[in-house]
């Protein structure tokens, strides 16, 4: 973990041009909000303007705006039954995207670029909790085993380049995230927005249960978007290394106990009925954040609060954070 000779570290922003590549995501949205305290010009560009996936088009995007720096957030996601459903897409996709801001970023002599991968990067069965160290030590989780191995590639590049070229390319791996901005379509979301639709709609539609997918067992960490977004940030200044860095909380909570969290928020009294027939994902998943912590950075927002923040906003956007058909009373248990 040396920090290579000529790398500018801290790397200040100020007065740079700052590249947020998928910024009409969650983690892209918050990116912005945390970059406006940093007397840096924020450059982005939607779909309209350039297709990540398309290689010509995306080094001509770079090298006609000429960022300092890129903060790479664009990405396919999705929860546990659209990874599994759509596994061509999630590798595809995020190999290209990857594959073409990284190269371009170099070609076009970017100062320094930061790729977000995934904790769903480490091993199905890894150690608790999951060290950096942990990538590529035993078989990955087969329900997202395609978006992993993107990301991995991702991480692959950033060190590729970082020892081949001497470029200043380093990846960040979070954790669950979730928080405003999300998406809460229950064929492609993750596990608290999902859980959160459905027991609000629970709720408001005076149902008794709501069934969950698995047994309620597994143990998931999950870190505000905000939170993350201050971490990126803070990397971006701070970390300049070949390996890739871990961010979270360092504390998990149990699926059923989630569910209970989520309904003490939204007020609903009603039980939970778990479907054992459905996948339940990796058991255990938290993350070693001592590295990220010794650096200096710390989640700050507790599981509680952030999900209040989260309701909040959800509420005044159902129409148009949910799609429009009926939803059916099931959500999926973890990612």
């Known amino acids: 973990m040396t920090e290579r000779q000529g790398f500018e570290c801290p790397f200040r922003l100020a007065g740079r041009r700052v590249w947020v590549a998928g910024h009409g995501g969650m983690v892209g949205q918050a990116l912005v909000k945390r970059l406006h305290s940093e007397d840096c010009e924020i450059l982005t560009a939607d779909r309209n303007a350039v297709d990540l996936r398309r290689q010509r088009e995306t080094e001509a995007w770079i090298d006609a705006n000429r960022p300092d720096a890129i903060l790479l957030a ?30 371009a970023a170099w070609r076009c002599g970017v100062r320094k670029l930061l790729a977000l991968g995934s904790s769903c990067i480490y091993p199905k069965e890894a150690q608790q909790p999951i060290s950096e160290n942990a990538l590529l030590t035993g078989p990955l989780e087969p329900t997202n085993k395609a978006y992993a191995i993107a990301k991995i590639a991702g991480l692959m590049l950033c060190e590729s380049y970082r020892r081949q070229y001497g470029a200043d390319f380093i990846a960040a791996m979070p954790t669950n995230l979730y928080g405003p ?6 064929e492609s979301s993750h596990v608290v927005p999902a859980l959160l639709r459905k027991i609000d709609d629970a709720k408001r539609r005076g149902a008794s249960t709501v069934t969950i997918w698995g047994t309620g067992r597994p143990r998931r960490e ?7 977004a201050d971490a990126l940030v803070h990397l971006m200044t701070h970390y300049s290394a070949d390996e890739h860095i871990n961010v979270g909380t360092g504390t998990d909570i149990a699926i059923c106990d989630l569910a209970q969290l989520i309904a003490k928020v939204v007020g609903y009294e009603g039980d939970f009925v778990f479907d054992t027939s459905r996948p339940d994902g990796t058991l255990l998943k ?7 912590n010794e650096l200096g950075w710390k989640a700050s927002i507790d599981l509680e609060t952030g999900l209040r923040q989260t309701y909040d906003w959800y509420r005044p956007y159902r129409e148009a954070a949910v799609e429009s058909r009926p939803a059916h009373n099931t959500a999926r248990g973890s990612t």
């Open 74 to 103: 664009a990405a396919r996601v999705g929860g546990i039954l659209a990874n599994d459903t759509h596994p061509a897409e999630f590798l595809y996709h995020n190999l290209l995207i990857q594959a073409n801001v990284i190269d």
């Open 181 to 186: 901005g999300d998406n809460f379509d229950l």
């Open 222 to 228: 999950f870190l505000h978007v905000d939170d993350c």
């Open 286 to 292: 938290r993350l070693d954040v001592r590295r990220i």
